[in-house]
């Protein structure tokens, strides 16, 4: 099947995080009814014959797995620019800015109003380190400073499986009759096959289920990696690195709660990328056919 006008809408569908369900319907819309317009009215499912695969069988259930279990290790493995991102970082730990940080803990009164209503614990926070000597305020931002230019060094194999270690789904194939298939994914031979019938199709999104929404996407074979824009990388390095200074100062455990909406107020650019990623393998797997149902997925962390 030919997948380019569905990669053209994927790519398009931009779903930043902060907008209501409205919103994020109007937005996905597209994606949805193209998807369900060009869906095979059958799609398979190869299973083993194992306890597991036949309970599921008798009590309609459909087992997903963690893409770092696929049997090809490039599955929903992020592919960025690192050049870009350690130029960004370089940018955000240069003298200067370390000097605007230092000079807004000791003015004394530099913090926002909103945030002060908004988190008072943070403000507290603030208020202990503009309170410090300069030199040790000095010190306090160095340190994080090193934190961070070592940290990029350090993670590169987290980021590229924060996905493989979160996103969850389940793979169906437009075709029953590959011999490779029943060799692979069925034991030989010796396993089974489910036909789940896809003749009913959806053709909008229900808005009162879209947090819960299992969604069915074709894969996207290709030569190219799906490349991740360098501002969502940013973003999961941001959210690491801010929970970091939260655990090391204590504030998460003494203020769990407005821990967790700080985590959640720094804005994702696209919270559809783990999906992205997911849906693109190489063409030596074309022959299989396959389409992929996502289970509702969290927030990716990479702690």
């Excluded at 934190?147 to 169906?172: H, R, V």
């Excluded at 929970?243 to 090391?248: E, S």
């Amino acid at each position: 099947m030919d997948t380019q006008k569905f990669a053209e809408i994927l790519y398009g569908t931009v779903l930043p995080s902060g907008i209501d369900l409205t919103e994020q319907a109007k937005i996905v819309a597209p994606l949805f009814t193209y998807s369900s317009s060009i869906v095979p009215s059958s799609l398979f499912r190869y299973r083993r014959c194992n306890e597991r695969n036949i309970d599921a069988f008798y009590k309609n259930q459909c087992w997903v797995s963690l893409a770092k279990n696929m049997n090809d290790g490039f599955d929903g493995r992020l592919y960025y620019d690192q050049k870009a991102l350690l130029a960004w970082r370089d940018k955000l730990t240069s003298a200067s800015n370390s000097m605007d940080l230092k000079d807004f803990f000791l003015s004394g009164n530099g913090f926002p109003q909103s945030a002060i209503e908004n988190f008072p614990g943070i403000y507290q926070l603030y208020l202990l380190i503009s309170s410090a000597p300069e030199l040790q305020v000095c010190d306090m931002i160095n340190d994080y400073r090193r934190f961070i230019i070592e940290d990029i060094d350090s993670i590169n194999t987290i980021l590229a499986t924060s996905i493989q270690n979160t996103i969850k789904f389940c793979c169906l194939s437009e075709k029953i009759d590959s011999s490779a298939m029943w060799g692979l994914y069925a034991n030989n031979e010796t396993g089974f096959a489910l036909e789940y019938n896809f003749s009913s199709k959806p053709e909008a999104v229900q808005l009162q289920e879209r947090s819960n929404m299992y969604t069915c996407f074709p894969v996207i074979y290709s030569d190219n990696r799906y490349k991740v824009l360098t501002e969502y990388i940013q973003f999961l390095l941001i959210r690491r690195w801010l929970a970091t200074a939260m655990q090391k100062s204590g504030y998460i455990y003494k203020y769990p709660a407005e821990a967790n909406l700080v985590q959640s107020a720094i804005p994702c650019p696209d919270i559809f990328v783990a999906t992205k990623v997911a849906l693109h393998k190489s063409r030596e797997w074309e022959h299989e056919g396959e389409w992929r149902v996502f289970a509702p997925l969290l927030m990716i962390q990479i702690l």
